[in-house]
């Protein structure tokens, strides 16, 4: 069945360490986007990639960094520099040019800083 | 620029009764309104979309929405709320033809049997 794989589920990291999450699709979806989950502040765009070897920074995007190498692929690096990691975060993608974004999620990665 | 207002971060309803969740927008240009529902630990799901056709739009689980532009509002509505449909609501907007698509805070939807 298509759909995207967001791992680890869960992750734990110690403070000034970098973590990656991974996400991957088989939809064959251009768009693929990142977005950050905390309670009572509903769902923050952190980077969006519309096509290969390109993205746009979202509302969020200090203290991350992403890559899109590959159309399958949209891995998201947390780094130290990002002052409260703690969240849920939920990979998502979309055809382009269809006329309405109409998002499939992954099931999301919890990252809990120690 | 883009946003969504949902009004109530948590609402109650009993079993049977009439579910009503509130999305006003603002856009400037006449935009794509949607609905997704997430269920605890979980990704969200689309439950219907609006993108300038009817203005009453069916989506799944019983759930409609009604664009009213003179309003700026897409409120979430069903008939009869059934236990299962006890989750989290999300409204979120995006121009025509642009990538970006932003969300509300949320409304938690607790059913009472």
């Known amino acids: 069945d298509g759909g995207i794989t967001q791992s680890p589920k869960y992750l734990f990291r110690k403070e000034g360490q970098n973590v990656t999450l991974s996400c991957e699709q088989n939809l064959n979806h251009d768009a693929m986007y990142w977005y950050r989950q905390d309670p009572g502040q509903g769902l923050r765009l952190i980077y969006y990639s519309q096509i290969v070897n390109d993205f746009q920074k979202g509302d969020i995007a200090e203290g991350y960094s992403v890559s899109r190498e590959k159309k399958e692929s949209f891995p998201l690096t947390v780094t130290s520099a990002q002052k409260n990691p703690t969240a849920f975060y939920l990979c998502?993608?979309?055809?382009?040019?269809?006329?309405?974004?109409?998002?499939?999620f992954g099931a999301g990665s919890r990252l809990t800083v120690l | 620029a883009q946003s969504v207002t949902q009004l109530g971060s948590h609402v109650s309803v009993s079993e049977g009764a009439l579910v009503l969740l509130r999305c006003n927008y603002s856009s400037s240009v006449p935009p794509y309104l949607f609905w997704y529902v997430q269920y605890p630990n979980q990704g969200l799901q689309l439950l219907l979309k609006y993108t300038s056709a009817a203005t009453l739009v069916k989506g799944i689980n019983g759930f409609e929405a009604e664009f009213k532009k003179s309003e700026t509002s897409f409120h979430l509505t069903k008939p009869s709320a059934h236990m299962s449909d006890a989750a989290e609501y999300f409204c979120?907007?995006?121009?025509?033809?642009?990538?970006?698509?932003?969300f509300g805070i949320g409304t938690k939807l607790q059913v009472i049997p």
């Open positions: 998502a993608s979309s055809r382009t040019g269809s006329g309405a974004n109409v998002l499939t």
């Open positions: 979120a907007v995006s121009p025509p033809f642009d990538q970006k698509v932003t």
